[in-house]
């Protein structure tokens, strides 16, 4: 492990030696079954709801009220070894705390959905990419007229996590409220729509390439009446709030980038020790521990890196640039570091039940979700000055 230990209270590493004694005891054991089956574990989900994973960020006393250092430390942990499951817990932390930010006026509506969402025990999914594109957020097909006091939403979204799920119930869905005017865009509200209304499709379970035991769907709106209460926020800004409320939300993904690269190094090190060849150890040939340093490299990177901009987050300093950086850089370090872990593994690096091949498929959407690695150039490309 790469210690970072000015970024940590006594009450982090405590946090953090919890979750990875959860990550040992509950979660290890049946990952890469879970995966190979595409199979979503609502017994392991129920667990981590036990473990206080998914109400980290709510606001007390529904929650944690916990910072944002504490939600990247469990997910860290847990993408060691299963990073279904801590996308499936990020998504249900940032949606929970994004629905209690938008809604924090609405205490009716905060005490109705919250509890039960800080446990766990409902999901709300987030609902912003469209089949039209998703690193063009605001570019949004998805139309909320008023009619009388309700709303009726017409669209459809897609690649929604924790959509589907026996927990599943609502969706803050992002849908144009208005027309285009002047070559400008039509504002974006924010409502939460619940599952089950009716006209709300959940389509199909997309087959997955990785975070193969998360849950991920596209959803379809037709003529969804929503009443006047469902709309978050004020209208015409719920997207503009979310983007400004979510500048963190980034860097819990470096984090499971972090956690994932971790996952490779140790999966290595064991394979690269006890594998012979040529009549010693693989780890005895230079070029093969040089790789296994260079791994561990990328995972002082990334924990740096990650670290760096949650402190500042929850130090309250500026963290646009620092987030950006971090994704991209930790993505993309693990995204190498899985393709290294594979090629020293030969043959066993192709194979569905290894570690390595699980860390390698999960790799990959780690440069795609939350932003793109392009998109993160662009943010630093811009904050440079450029005229992107
Ligand atoms: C498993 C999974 C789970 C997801 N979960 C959610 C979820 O819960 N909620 C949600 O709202 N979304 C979710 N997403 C969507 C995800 O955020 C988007 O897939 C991502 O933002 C990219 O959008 P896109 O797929 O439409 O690709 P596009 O935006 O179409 O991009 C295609 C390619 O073009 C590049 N590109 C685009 N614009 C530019 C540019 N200006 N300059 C250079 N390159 C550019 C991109 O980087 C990318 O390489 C999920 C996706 C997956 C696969």
Redesign the pocket.
């Known amino acids: 492990m790469y210690e970072v230990p000015w970024a940590f209270t006594d009450e982090h590493l405590e946090w953090q030696r919890t979750v990875a004694a959860f990550v040992a005891d509950v979660v290890a054991d049946g990952a890469a079954q879970r995966s190979i089956e595409r199979r979503f574990d609502p017994d392991l989900v129920r667990a981590a709801g036990r473990l206080g994973a998914f109400g980290l960020l709510a606001p007390e006393p529904h929650g944690a009220g916990a910072d944002v250092r504490t939600l990247c430390l469990a997910a860290e942990e847990v993408a060691t070894v299963d990073s279904s499951l801590a996308?499936t817990m990020h998504?249900q932390a940032i949606s929970v705390a994004l629905f209690a930010h938008l809604a924090k006026d609405q205490p009716a509506l905060l005490d109705e959905v919250l509890p039960r969402a800080a446990a766990g025990e409902d999901f709300i999914?987030?609902?912003?990419?469209?089949?039209?594109?998703?690193?063009?957020?605001g570019n949004i097909s998805t139309s909320a007229r008023r009619d009388g006091d309700d709303w009726v939403i017409n669209g459809s979204?897609?690649?929604?996590?924790?959509?589907g799920t026996e927990f599943s119930r609502h969706v803050i869905l992002?849908a144009a409220t208005g027309e285009k005017r002047d070559g400008r865009r039509a504002p974006i509200s924010a409502f939460l729509v619940p599952l089950d209304a009716p006209g709300v499709v959940v389509g199909p379970e997309?087959a997955?390439l990785?975070?193969r035991s998360?849950d991920?769907h596209p959803l379809f709106f037709d003529d969804v009446r929503v009443p006047g209460t469902a709309l978050l926020g004020t209208e015409g800004t719920g997207y503009r709030e979310a983007l400004a409320f979510l500048t963190w939300a980034r860097i819990p993904i470096a984090a499971m980038s972090l956690g994932l690269a971790r996952g490779c190094l140790s999966d290595t090190l064991r394979f690269v020790s006890e594998r012979e060849s040529f009549g010693r150890p693989l780890a005895g040939n230079q070029g093969v521990s040089f790789q296994v340093a260079d791994i561990a490299a990328a995972v002082a990177t990334c924990r740096v890196l990650t670290y760096d901009a949650a402190w500042k987050y929850d130090r309250g300093l500026p963290i646009e640039r620092e987030a950006a950086v971090a994704k991209l850089v930790a993505s993309e370090l693990a995204n190498k570091a899985a393709y290294t872990a594979t090629q020293l593994q030969g043959g066993y690096g192709f194979i569905e039940e290894t570690a390595a091949t699980r860390h390698y498929q999960d790799a990959r959407?780690l440069t795609?979700?939350?932003?793109?690695?392009?998109?993160q150039?662009?943010l630093i490309a811009r904050g440079l000055g450029l005229p992107?």
């Open positions: 996308v998504v999914s987030f609902g912003l990419t469209e089949p039209s594109g998703g690193s063009d957020a979204k897609q690649f929604i996590t924790n959509s992002f997309y997955k990785g975070w998360s991920t959407i795609i979700g939350e932003g793109t690695s392009e998109v150039r662009l992107l």
